[in-house]
């Protein structure tokens, strides 16, 4: 209405409004749903088969798991297109009037962080009757109870849980900091700091994506990985690192080629590593690294969660209908790009003009390069380099400077 008023045009009352508002959500929703069938029999086309692999995941319009929106996405990992989503609610604004007439009520009730698992198993439940898939393969973060709640609903344990590796490769941080808060005298300098904690997990997930596929392989690098980390000048650790001139350790690389080899890394004191060295082995346990050999993360669902909230802002919130309207315009976005947005002109009756399609299929074509370029190595270790001089300027300015800001310090 503010917009219409500034540009002098003529703007609707807000009946009118909510009628146009209710036609819209009917059409996107229609669309929404064809184009998730229609993902489901890419699926199977694929694949000459009724089972699949799918990576799950909740997000919230309210950060700290205290909203009361969310929302579950289920993505194929074949095609990497969403096969179902399960937008929810609790905020009812007829209820909290106390309007006592027949209406669309909120759809969920309970915890925010229940969100997710009872997201989770609503679209497993429907999968069958609605997808005409089984989703056998459940990729997850770890993060809920999802996957329990779901890995009987086909039989008896018809369900497998493989791990997205980038979440295994985080709880190599968030274990050792943990630790390191815990245990006193554990951190500080030329002990067990921040940095030495990221180049660690850094190291331990490129050792599961070098090697996915082989377990025995897998395992001896991770914990090769570790031994290499805390090697110094004094105490050089590099026995279990491969051999030869392609190898990623720099000591067997100058071995191979006879040059002289000086360790530039302070690694980590005898006592410190002592202490750490129980907590990482367990992330290099056989039954954990088996559900990673897939090699497979769940970026594509972060991905969408930020096309959803990049429609609906988290700041500001939505009721029940503009957050569904919303949810299914970002799964036609995500799956099909701006041209999955035609099938809702050809609903309502609106004809597609040449200009529309063309501006529609130029933006494809522009997210498609962007998202190319983004993907080279040499994009992804520029962007390495970056965070990486980011962080540590960070920490030469909070050195220098000192405590400055502490809740209720001064």
């Known amino acids: 209405m503010k917009l219409l008023c500034t540009l002098n045009l003529p703007?609707?009352?807000?009946k009118t409004f909510r009628i146009h508002e209710l036609k819209l959500?009917?059409?996107?929703?229609y669309s929404c749903e064809e184009n998730m069938k229609a993902a489901s029999k890419e699926v199977q086309n694929l694949k000459k088969t009724t089972t699949c692999g799918v990576s799950v995941d909740g997000t919230w319009q309210r950060r700290g798991h205290m909203s009361l929106n969310g929302c579950v996405s289920v993505i194929s990992i074949d095609t990497g297109k969403i096969l179902d989503l399960e937008v929810m609610t609790q905020y009812c604004k007829m209820c909290e009037m106390n309007i006592k007439c027949d209406h669309e009520c909120s759809n969920y009730k309970g915890s925010s962080g229940n969100m997710e698992s009872v997201g989770a198993f609503r679209i497993f439940e429907r999968s069958v009757m609605k997808r005409e898939l089984q989703y056998t393969e459940y990729y997850g973060d770890g993060d809920s109870k999802a996957f329990l709640k779901v890995k009987d609903i086909y039989g008896e344990d018809t369900v497998t849980k493989l791990e997205c590796i980038g979440h295994v490769q985080k709880r190599v941080g968030s274990r050792l900091r943990k630790l390191k808060k815990k245990t006193k005298g554990l951190g500080g300098k030329g002990k067990l700091t921040d940095k030495f904690i990221d180049?660690?997990?850094n190291y331990y997930g490129i050792a599961i994506r070098s090697n996915a596929g082989s377990i025995e392989k897998m395992q001896s690098a991770v914990i090769a990985a570790f031994f290499h980390c805390c090697s110094s000048n004094r105490n050089l650790m590099h026995g279990q690192c491969p051999d030869g001139k392609d190898s990623w350790c720099r000591y067997k690389r100058a071995l191979s080629d006879k040059s002289q080899y000086l360790e530039k890394s302070p690694g980590l004191p005898f006592s410190v590593m002592k202490v750490i060295k129980a907590t990482y082995l367990e992330l290099c346990d056989k039954n954990l690294l088996k559900k990673c050999?897939?090699?497979m993360t769940q970026n594509n669902n972060e991905s969408f969660n930020n096309v959803l909230?990049?429609?609906?802002?988290?700041?500001?919130?939505?009721?029940?209908?503009?957050?569904?309207?919303?949810s299914y315009i970002a799964v036609l976005l995500f799956n099909s790009g701006y041209l999955g947005l035609l099938p809702?002109?050809?609903?309502l009756k609106i004809p597609i003009v040449p200009l529309t399609l063309k501006k529609y299929m130029g933006i494809d074509k522009e997210r498609v390069m962007k998202s190319k370029r983004q993907s080279l190595p040499?994009?992804?270790?520029?962007?390495k380099k970056q965070k990486s001089k980011k962080k540590s300027k960070l920490v030469k300015n909070e050195v220098k400077e000192g405590l400055t800001y502490k809740y209720g310090e001064f």
Do not use: D
């Open 11 to 14: 703007y609707v009352c807000k």
């Open 199 to 201: 180049k660690l997990q």
């Open 293 to 295: 050999l897939h090699g």
């Open 25 to 29: 959500l009917e059409a996107v929703k």
């Open 344 to 347: 809702i002109f050809n609903y």
């Open 378 to 383: 040499s994009t992804k270790l520029s962007r």
């Open 309 to 326: 909230w990049t429609i609906l802002p988290k700041e500001t919130f939505v009721q029940q209908k503009t957050l569904f309207l919303g």
